[in-house]
């Protein structure tokens, strides 16, 4: 039996995509670009992981190379989007804004991907507009492109490749050229988020399966190929972090608990279908579950014309395959090593994969022979669907015009202006800075090195932290003279105190009390 074409992979009685459904994808996409820039015209969304992005950045970009803002090398991020930030700011252009830019910009890509994505699997003209128009109001999506991250072009990424990926399983898996174009979206993707490992896997897996009609040796030979060109910036990566001890930068065992983990998801899933603001838990639970469970019996459906190949020819196998074997990375990764509980930020590349699951499946539902008519059901999905969107909408558009980002974490203005923050500028230079807030320290001031001060304990980790008498050691073997900012936390039990330092035999004078801390002059 001869393979299905690459045609197959569209949906045999849609039409194709006119010049109003692409005007109109491109619309939305513009769209996107402008909210995004105009909930950040007060600045990006920074946190603790921005501060070594931005670092990374600016470093490059001074030629001292890929460092963070103890002037040590990066391992703990792979260096793609600090390199990419690092080009525009050589050339004048601060690191934030570059970033800021070229997230806004990645939204409005991701929103006309995901159009041409859902064309492959829609059997209506305007479904896939609609799947544009979803990725473009969610305020998931616009939470995540509004911040100094590498998640906006790892999103472009997952989906380039994913669009690469499904013609070579829909039967071209014997054109090389497609192979190696999916291997080099993975591999760049790599370079940008250790998580395009679980691209790279699945990959392998969606080739190997899918060139195995053609027996075991192009199944070998195809998958081998794919391995071979999309390893080459993982084994870069790798080599380099090696000179510095570590594969993927230092990390702590995970302190996550299948209830934790469990919360977490519902509540982010919770947010996709009924807003963060929103109360209505049970309801939103409710249709969480009925919108994985069409999924599913969409995805166990959609078989090509010739059901005898197996389920490696199903039209959504690498759609369905890439957004499982992702989120199980993402699974594996919450339970083996301390890192941001699972949320918007983290499941944003399959956010696209998922809407165009989502609309297939609505689509199945309207077709579904049911006593109720075609017609009543179409209603009835319609006006759910309006006011989702209107929802959605509403909630991205407010965020954009109170420019909530910038009123937000270590941007805000009540940080980068406060005493503590001026008098920090104001420190001797070259001299070494240690706070309890580096990252955001950093943010505000662009000091470097700054040193992260002894902790009880680490962020979401069960590991060992900084102890008093390892920072003491470190703190003797530096010449420059050293500074403590130490910012008052409301409710932090986590930091060692002034008074604690002091006990364990360090030297604290006061250098400067201000609103939100004390600097100390810091000796042994």
Same mark, same amino acid.
């Given at each position: 039996?001869?393979?299905?074409?690459?045609?197959?992979?569209?949906?045999? $009685?849609?039409?194709?995509?006119?010049?109003?459904?692409?005007?109109?994808?491109?619309?939305?996409?513009?769209?996107?670009?402008?909210?995004?820039?105009?909930?950040?015209?007060?600045?990006?969304?920074?946190?603790?992981?921005?501060?070594?992005?931005?670092?990374?950045?600016?470093?490059?970009? /001074?030629?001292?190379?890929?460092?963070?803002? $103890?002037?040590?090398?990066?391992?703990?991020?792979?260096?793609?989007?600090?390199?990419?930030?690092?080009?525009?700011?050589?050339?004048?252009?601060?690191?934030?804004?570059?970033?800021?830019?070229?997230?806004?910009?990645?939204?409005?890509?991701?929103?006309?991907?995901?159009?041409?994505?859902?064309?492959?699997?829609?059997?209506?003209?305007?479904?896939?507009?609609?799947?544009?128009?979803?990725?473009?109001?969610?305020?998931?999506?616009?939470?995540? !492109?509004?911040?100094?991250?590498?998640?906006?072009?790892?999103?472009?990424?997952?989906?380039?490749?994913?669009?690469?990926?499904?013609?070579?399983?829909?039967?071209? %898996? %014997?054109?090389?050229?497609?192979?190696?174009?999916?291997?080099?979206?993975?591999?760049?993707?790599?370079?940008?988020?250790?998580?395009?490992?679980?691209? =790279?896997?699945?990959?392998?897996?969606?080739? /190997?399966?899918?060139?195995?009609?053609?027996?075991?040796?192009?199944?070998? &030979?195809?998958?081998?190929? !794919?391995?071979?060109?999309?390893?080459?910036?993982?084994?870069?990566?790798?080599?380099?972090?090696?000179?510095?001890?570590?594969?993927?930068?230092?990390?702590?065992?995970?302190?996550?608990?299948?209830?934790? !983990?469990?919360?977490?998801?519902?509540?982010?899933?919770?947010?996709?279908?009924?807003?963060?603001?929103?109360?209505?838990?049970?309801?939103?639970?409710?249709?969480?579950?009925?919108?994985?469970?069409?999924?599913?019996?969409?995805?166990?459906?959609?078989?090509?014309?010739?059901?005898?190949?197996?389920?490696?020819?199903?039209?959504?196998?690498?759609?369905?395959?890439?957004?499982?074997?992702?989120?199980?990375?993402?699974?594996?990764?919450?339970?083996?090593?301390?890192?941001?509980?699972?949320?918007?930020?983290?499941?944003?590349?399959? =956010?696209?994969?998922?809407?165009?699951?989502?609309?297939?499946?609505?689509?199945?539902?309207?077709?579904? +022979?049911?006593?109720?008519?075609?017609?009543?059901?179409?209603?009835?999905?319609?006006?759910?669907?309006?006011?989702?969107?209107?929802?959605?909408?509403?909630?991205?558009?407010?965020?954009?015009?109170?420019?909530?980002?910038?009123?937000?974490?270590?941007?805000?203005?009540?940080?980068?202006?406060?005493?503590?923050?001026?008098?920090?500028?104001?420190?001797?230079?070259?001299?070494?800075?240690?706070?309890?807030?580096?990252?955001?320290?950093?943010?505000?001031?662009?000091?470097?090195?700054?040193?992260?001060?002894?902790?009880?304990?680490?962020?979401?980790?069960?590991?060992?932290?900084? $102890?008093?008498?390892?920072?003491?050691?470190?703190? %003797?073997?530096?010449?420059? +003279?050293?500074?403590?900012?130490?910012?008052?936390?409301?409710? $932090?039990?986590?930091?060692?105190?002034?008074?604690?330092?002091? %006990?364990?035999?360090? &030297?604290?004078?006061?250098?400067?009390?201000?609103?939100?801390?004390?600097?100390?002059?810091?000796?042994?």
């Amino acid at each position: 039996m001869t393979s299905p074409t690459h045609d197959s992979v569209r949906q045999p $009685d849609r039409r194709a995509a006119t010049r109003p459904e692409w005007l109109a994808a491109t619309a939305i996409a513009a769209w996107a670009v402008l909210v995004a820039l105009a909930g950040t015209r007060s600045g990006s969304l920074v946190g603790i992981d921005s501060a070594a992005y931005l670092a990374g950045a600016r470093n490059l970009a /001074a030629g001292a190379g890929y460092a963070g803002i $103890d002037q040590r090398p990066i391992t703990l991020f792979p260096p793609g989007f600090s390199a990419t930030v690092a080009i525009p700011n050589a050339l004048g252009i601060d690191a934030v804004t570059a970033a800021r830019t070229l997230n806004a910009v990645a939204l409005g890509i991701v929103c006309l991907l995901t159009f041409v994505l859902a064309r492959r699997h829609a059997r209506r003209r305007w479904t896939p507009v609609v799947a544009c128009g979803a990725v473009a109001v969610m305020p998931a999506m616009f939470g995540v !492109f509004t911040a100094v991250w590498s998640e906006p072009v790892f999103c472009v990424l997952t989906l380039a490749f994913i669009l690469a990926l499904e013609p070579v399983a829909a039967g071209r %898996a %014997a054109d090389s050229r497609l192979v190696a174009l999916a291997a080099v979206a993975a591999g760049v993707a790599y370079i940008f988020r250790y998580a395009g490992v679980a691209l =790279i896997v699945a990959g392998i897996v969606v080739v /190997a399966l899918t060139a195995a009609r053609d027996g075991r040796w192009s199944a070998a &030979r195809r998958s081998g190929l !794919f391995a071979a060109i999309a390893l080459i910036g993982p084994v870069v990566v790798t080599a380099i972090n090696l000179r510095h001890g570590t594969i993927v930068g230092p990390r702590a065992p995970s302190a996550e608990t299948f209830t934790g !983990f469990a919360r977490e998801g519902a509540a982010t899933l919770r947010g996709w279908v009924v807003g963060t603001t929103h109360d209505q838990v049970v309801l939103a639970d409710v249709v969480v579950v009925v919108v994985v469970v069409a999924i599913l019996v969409a995805a166990a459906r959609a078989r090509s014309d010739r059901p005898s190949t197996g389920i490696v020819d199903s039209r959504r196998f690498p759609l369905t395959a890439i957004v499982g074997i992702y989120v199980g990375y993402l699974v594996l990764s919450e339970f083996a090593t301390a890192i941001d509980p699972v949320g918007d930020r983290l499941l944003s590349p399959v =956010i696209g994969p998922i809407v165009v699951l989502v609309a297939c499946a609505l689509e199945s539902y309207v077709d579904h +022979p049911a006593r109720l008519p075609r017609a009543g059901r179409l209603a009835i999905l319609g006006a759910v669907v309006v006011v989702w969107f209107a929802g959605s909408a509403s909630i991205t558009i407010s965020r954009a015009v109170t420019t909530t980002p910038a009123r937000n974490g270590y941007a805000a203005g009540w940080w980068t202006h406060s005493g503590l923050v001026d008098a920090s500028r104001r420190l001797p230079a070259g001299a070494t800075i240690v706070s309890n807030n580096a990252a955001g320290l950093y943010l505000a001031t662009g000091r470097q090195p700054l040193l992260p001060a002894p902790t009880r304990r680490i962020y979401r980790s069960s590991g060992r932290p900084l $102890d008093i008498a390892t920072f003491r050691t470190r703190v %003797a073997r530096v010449r420059q +003279p050293v500074f403590f900012v130490w910012e008052r936390l409301a409710g $932090d039990t986590w930091d060692v105190t002034p008074a604690q330092l002091t %006990a364990a035999g360090l &030297r604290l004078a006061v250098v400067h009390s201000a609103d939100f801390g004390t600097i100390f002059r810091l000796g042994t």
